[in-house]
């Protein structure tokens, strides 16, 4: 459906192991559920959706709405309104480099 996107080979292994997290928690944490924050509006004060916007969104969640191609680093949107929020992973991401630096100069001991 959509167009591959080329992505840089750190973001595009970081989204392999997020989408590998969904699977092997059954979807409990699950990356690819941007429709659904938008349609509670979490990240804008909260609402109740409309039924037909938590339909809409929930057919557009999951990471099975996208396809990941590891020979060419590419993501592929296989639903139009499919979306990945970062908030959890991206947060822990920021987290682990930051300690990797500090350990690296000496500021920390490795957790």
Known sequence: ???????????????ERAFDWSRRTGAAFEPAVLPLVNAWGLRTGGRFPAEGNLTRALEAT??????????????SKLHPCAGIDEGAWGKGYALDRAAGILHDRAYCPRF
């Not at 990471?63 to 060419?72: D, I, K, T």
């Open 1 to 15: 459906m959509g167009e591959p996107v080329v992505l840089p080979g750190e973001l595009f292994e970081l989204l």
């Open 62 to 75: 999951g990471h099975g709405r996208f396809r990941l191609n590891s020979p060419n680093s590419t993501i």
